[in-house]
C-alpha cells in the first residue's frame, strides 16, 4: 500500500481513488504469483481490519481521554 501511495497514481487527499484494490491485486500478483488473491473479498477485508486496528493505536496514542498513556522514551 506504500507502494501505491507512492506511486501517486490513486492518491485522492487522505484516501485512494475508485479501483486501487484492482492495482494492489496486481502488485501482490507480481509477488505472491500463486496466492489467488482477489480484490474483493480477500483485499477488502485485509484493509478493513487494518484499518479497524490502526483506529484503535491512534486513538490510544493521540485521542483526548487516554489519561497520560504514551510512549517513555527514557525507559
Known amino acids: ?7 501517486g497514481t490513486f492518491n485522492v487527499d487522505t484516501r485512494f ?13 507480481k509477488v505472491l504469483p500463486h496466492a489467488m488473491l482477489k480484490a474483493k473479498p480477500n483485499l477488502e477485508s485485509r484493509i478493513r481490519t487494518l484499518k479497524r486496528d490502526w483506529a484503535i493505536v491512534y486513538d490510544m496514542l493521540s485521542g483526548k481521554d487516554n489519561s497520560g498513556f504514551g510512549w517513555d522514551e527514557y525507559r
Do not use: F
Open 1 to 7: 500500500m506504500v507502494d501505491l501511495h507512492n506511486i
Open 17 to 29: 481513488k475508485a479501483g486501487y484494490l484492482n492495482e494492489l491485486k496486481i502488485m501482490l500478483e
